[in-house]
């Protein structure tokens, strides 16, 4: 999410590129998934899951074009650079500074497509690994640049609060069962409030919060560093994720093959929409990061098509888990992190399983927790940062980094509510950063390149969805997303 052009990294093949783009939106969200099906019906979801999963492939190619585009100006840009230096070397010094202005002012009047003329027939190549900001300070205005800022910003806030609750209440959940021997003992129907006892005196929501300032002590302080994730970390983190899900599955459908499924999921019902719609959008979030995954590719031939295969694959993965979860489970009984409805005997006989499953989201989690609060201080510094200014030591190293992590912290403090954590982020930044700014993106690039290339010029990489119809329908369906979800929420709030 850094705003600038960056190393493209080493190249992998188009196949590697579909299983890391696979494992970069299955994530958090997917966790939450089951319980946000089984509040909407099961019919409600799975239209709406499959229109959202299409609406964000038609988002993502729209970023793939406008990557396209911001190479193509870089590209050219780079070679009337390198046309200048062979100016000024046939040049006297004394009038060189002439020569430089008079040449950029030709540049910013001749068409691109004069240059593609000249001997670089892939101009629209993605070699060039460009941000998303470094794309939204080529195309949009200051304002626009400044609200993608926001949006990110808020978006990761959101994140990093998900984040923030779910390892402590993973562990609550895990840990006050286990001791009050809650996980054999009692009914699989049996609801806990936060008042209950955990342990001896301690309630619940004690517990809960004792694990977040202990969360919060151990990698709060990586906020305040640099720190990236190793190629190891991500190995280990992903190979812990599918094991999950893949035990998760074969369990539901076990217990549903033995006719021990306890889920009758209705067919449709309204009132869980909001929390469903923020929960899928969320779920589908990849956009801010498709510079990174798509840029390494080595062969981007059919790169639309491969995208199209993991939108595909990923939707029947999320409906396998879904359906697998509703129908194993009352609705009533599903957790809002899904991995602890299988913390329970009655459920899952091993121990190790159990609690493998239970503290599951707790190490995935904690190891992109810092990751994440490093990319939103650095977002917060890009901001306000103004050219060839530096920030003092204590802004820098103090305030950025506090800004950073106590206002999730705080969120997490107030509630563990994580399927409206996720659908109240899904539903305003996700819709920002997943439709609004991908809209923009291409239609301000799309104007860029008729104006610098000429008319009629073709992007290699252009969107197959390339009618300007379709940035209408995407923006008048984010507007509509947003007025609906605001609509919903106050008229919850009403009725309470």
Request: charged share 15%; aromatic share 14%; proline share 4%.
């Amino acid at each position: 999410m850094a705003g600038e052009i960056t190393e493209t990294g080493e190249l992998y093949s188009p196949y590697v590129g579909l299983v890391y783009m696979f494992n970069l939106i299955v994530g958090t969200g997917a966790l939450t998934m089951p319980k946000a099906f089984a509040t909407a019906g099961w019919l409600v979801s799975l239209v709406l899951l499959v229109f959202l999963g299409f609406m964000s492939f038609v988002t993502t190619t729209f970023v793939m074009e406008a990557m396209a585009a911001a190479n193509a100006q870089l590209r050219w840009k780079r070679m009337e650079n390198h046309k200048e230096e062979e100016d000024d070397d046939s040049s006297t010094a004394s009038d060189s500074d002439v020569l430089i202005q008079d040449s950029y002012e030709r540049a910013e009047k001749r068409p691109i497509l004069s240059v593609q003329r000249r001997g670089s027939p892939n101009l629209f190549e993605i070699t060039d690994r460009v941000e998303m900001g470094q794309m939204a300070s080529m195309f949009f205005n200051k304002v626009g640049v400044n609200l993608f800022y926001f949006c990110i910003i808020i978006y990761l806030y959101g994140d990093l609060a998900i984040y923030a609750a779910a390892v402590p209440f993973s562990l609550m959940q895990v840990t006050c069962s286990a001791i009050g021997n809650d996980s054999c003992g009692m009914e699989a129907d049996t609801k806990h409030n936060d008042t209950d006892r955990c342990w001896g005196p301690l309630r619940r929501v004690d517990a809960y919060r004792i694990y977040l300032a202990v969360f919060t002590l151990l990698l709060g302080p990586f906020t305040f560093f640099d720190v990236q994730k190793t190629k190891y970390l991500q190995i280990l983190t992903s190979l812990m994720r599918w094991i999950a899900f893949t035990v998760m599955i074969v369990l539901a459908l076990v217990r549903i093959g033995h006719g021990h499924g306890e889920g009758h999921p209705t067919l449709a019902d309204f009132s869980g929409v909001r929390n469903l719609f923020g929960v899928c959008v969320y779920s589908f979030m990849c956009q801010h990061s498709l510079p990174s995954l798509i840029t390494p590719v080595s062969s981007k031939r059919h790169l639309t098509r491969l995208v199209f295969l993991d939108y595909v694959l990923i939707l029947a993965f999320y409906s396998l888990l879904s359906f697998t979860a509703i129908f194993c489970f009352r609705g009533d009984s599903l957790m809002d992190m899904y991995t602890l409805n299988f913390a329970r005997c009655d459920i899952v006989g091993l121990a190790a399983v159990r609690f493998f499953l239970g503290l599951f989201p707790v190490f995935t989690i904690s190891t992109n927790f810092p990751i994440i609060a490093v990319t939103l201080r650095n977002n917060w510094k890009t901001l306000f940062h103004r050219e060839g200014g530096t920030y003092p030591w204590v802004v820098d190293r103090i305030v950025f980094p506090t800004i950073t992590l106590v206002p999730p912290v705080l969120v997490a403090f107030c509630t563990h509510d994580l399927e409206s954590l996720v659908g109240i982020t899904g539903a305003y930044a996700g819709t920002g950063i997943q439709y609004v700014i991908p809209a923009f993106l291409v239609y301000l690039c799309r104007k860029d390149t008729q104006l610098a290339f000429g008319y009629g010029t073709v992007n290699k990489h252009r969107s197959p969805f390339r009618h300007t119809l379709w940035v209408g329908f995407v923006l008048l369906w984010a507007l509509s997303c947003f007025l609906f979800v605001t609509a919903n929420i106050v008229l919850s709030e009403t009725k309470l």
